[in-house]
């Protein structure tokens, strides 16, 4: 397995074909030229090297070319780096999976359940939970907590408006730890581990990372994933030298692209505002190149250019399969970081082999990695509302189908 910094090479070199990956390029241009996406980004990387990496369309409404190190905001791409982050600590005997949350945020105490709702003025009545809410609840959405403003329940939305909790992002002055501490006073919608809720949980377990390493959560990431990484182009909030790089979000208005307005959130978070909100669920700003090097970490059993970020034993504890009949179905499961595909989705076809990892972000942004073939795929773009945008499950095909063979000799200086 290369352990190597990423360069690009000759797609044949890696046992993918050039005439395939064209047809991929064919149809991300078509896909920009129909109007279905402004722009993306596209990379693809097998046995640690870049095989395809190119941009399409524009960065903005005004016309600006896309480039190919173009910063987009990842949003729940952000949620495997902070489950690892987690591991981390864990792997420092900080602290055990089925540990309560409340061991370490006292305001978990004692969870309560959503009994009554009322939906003139938001109050609610509580009963107990019965079961406290575990670290492996969190990294695994069966905590009982929701997500807020994109909550599947009405209800649950405006208890969290109401109660002030900042979902998402925010260019407000607000902490992570304060607005999880609103949020530790809420109903939950089940008994945890119960069922699978997607959730706040990681922004949690943001706020948890601080409690336990005594280190701004921006910071922790830093210094033990980011740096060590190489992962230059990764933060909460954007240094100003580097905001011009973030692409527009942007959706279409009468069949024109038109860069996306203000709603629950200002969608120039990561370069204005307070600053001051690090969300784990979906705060990261980042780059193709940059969430590639993450992802080839865990292709590398947890390592990556030399780097230790955990070791084999805890990335097989993370691929692990946690919650199969909760989540997804009988082709998906969910590990402690990442969405997994199993054979029964091998059979369907199109989404890699039997272990493939993956999952994506709220601005329509997705990533996939598979062991098997130690391949990687990132689609990365940047649009709200509804769009007749096909180019996700289109492109997780073709690149798995770009593969021509399925055990290509490497270099010597790599093996």
């Known amino acids: 397995m290369a352990q190597n910094d990423f360069t690009e090479t000759t797609p044949e070199v890696l046992g993918i074909s050039s005439e395939r990956l064209e047809k991929i390029s064919a149809m991300l ?111 695994t959405h069966t905590s009982g907590l929701g997500y807020g403003m994109i909550d599947g329940d009405e209800q649950f939305r405006k208890i969290y408006s109401k109660a002030g909790v900042t979902d998402l992002f925010t260019t407000e002055k607000i902490s992570i730890g304060e607005s999880v501490e609103k949020l530790a006073k809420l109903p939950l919608h089940h008994v945890p581990g119960e069922k699978w809720t997607y959730s706040e949980g990681l922004d949690v377990l943001g ?62 978070y990561p370069k204005k505002g307070a600053k001051s909100f690090f969300s784990g669920g979906a705060g990261l700003s980042s780059t193709a190149n940059d969430y590639a090097r993450f992802l080839q970490m865990y292709l590398n059993k947890g390592s990556f250019n030399g780097k230790h970020i955990l070791s084999p034993t805890t990335v097989r504890t993370i691929m692990s399969e946690q919650v199969t009949d909760l989540f997804g179905g009988p082709e998906n499961f969910y590990g402690l970081a990442f969405g997994m595909i199993n054979q029964k989705a091998v059979t369907k076809g199109g989404q890699g082999s039997a272990g493939t990892f993956d999952w994506g972000g709220y601005f329509n942004t997705q990533y996939f990695a598979d062991p098997e073939t130690n391949t990687i795929g990132i689609l990365m773009k940047q649009t709200q509302g509804d769009l007749n945008d096909e180019t996700a499950w289109k492109f997780r095909q073709m690149v798995f189908s770009s593969i021509v063979e399925l055990e290509p000799e490497q270099p010597k200086n790599e093996r």
């Open 29 to 139: 241009q078509e896909s920009v030229t129909e109007k279905q996406i402004p722009g993306a980004v596209a990379l693809i990387a097998r046995n640690g090297k870049f095989a395809y990496w190119k941009s399409f369309g524009q960065a903005n409404a005004s016309g600006k070319g896309l480039e190919r190190d173009a910063i987009f905001r990842i949003a729940s791409q952000t949620k495997a780096i902070t489950a690892t982050a987690v591991m981390i600590l864990w792997e420092e005997g900080k602290f055990q999976l089925d540990d309560p949350i409340s061991k370490y945020i006292p305001e978990f105490s004692n969870p309560q359940l959503l009994e009554s709702f009322d939906e003139e003025d938001s109050t609610f009545t509580t009963k107990p939970a019965g079961k406290e809410i575990t670290i492996r609840h969190l990294l």
């Open 207 to 268: 706020y948890f990372i601080e409690v336990v390493s005594g280190k701004a959560f921006d910071e922790f990431l830093k210094e033990r994933i980011f740096e060590p990484l190489g992962m230059n182009d990764t933060y909460f909030y954007l240094p100003q030298e580097k905001a011009g790089r973030l692409v527009a979000v942007q959706e279409k208005v009468q069949g024109k692209w038109k860069n996306f307005g203000l709603t629950f959130y200002d969608p120039d």
